[in-house]
């Protein structure tokens, strides 16, 4: 059974950081390309940033570039997300997910998802 749990959400002020973890089980973890959405209260669900399996590429969504930066450890089965300069709009659930896709920005090819990790940001 793929589980992937996500930690490190919190309640911080603007200009703040966090760093997001989610813990994968239950796959080949250094197969997967792993993924960080957001979703927003009243919002779809956004791209954040992705990773490929074998840490070679990156990529962010627009709102994020250069203030998040998402890395991966494959011995721990690991991926993060280090989120610097926080904004409120910043504000939102924040799910990993994984997928045995290249690079994949779009939510819907991916395979498995964890359950969330709430980040608030305060103005």
């Known amino acids: 059974q793929v589980q992937l749990v996500e930690s490190g959400g919190g309640l911080v002020q603007a200009g703040d950081s966090l760093r997001l973890s989610c813990a994968a089980s239950?796959?080949?973890?250094?197969?997967?390309?792993m993924g960080w959405f957001r979703q927003a209260p009243g919002k779809e669900r956004e791209f954040v940033a992705v990773?490929?399996?074998?840490?070679?590429?990156?990529r962010y969504g627009d709102s994020v570039k250069g203030r998040f930066t998402i890395s991966r450890d494959n011995a721990k089965n690991t991926v993060y997300l280090q989120m610097n300069s926080l904004k409120p709009e910043d504000t939102a659930v924040y799910y990993c997910?994984?997928?045995?896709?290249?690079?994949?920005?779009?939510?819907?090819?991916?395979?498995?998802w964890g359950q969330g990790t709430q980040v608030t940001v305060s103005s």
């Open positions: 239950g796959l080949t973890f250094r197969h997967y390309t």
């Open positions: 997910a994984a997928t045995l896709g290249v690079v994949v920005t779009t939510r819907l090819q991916y395979e498995y």
């Open positions: 990773i490929s399996w074998n840490v070679g590429v990156t």
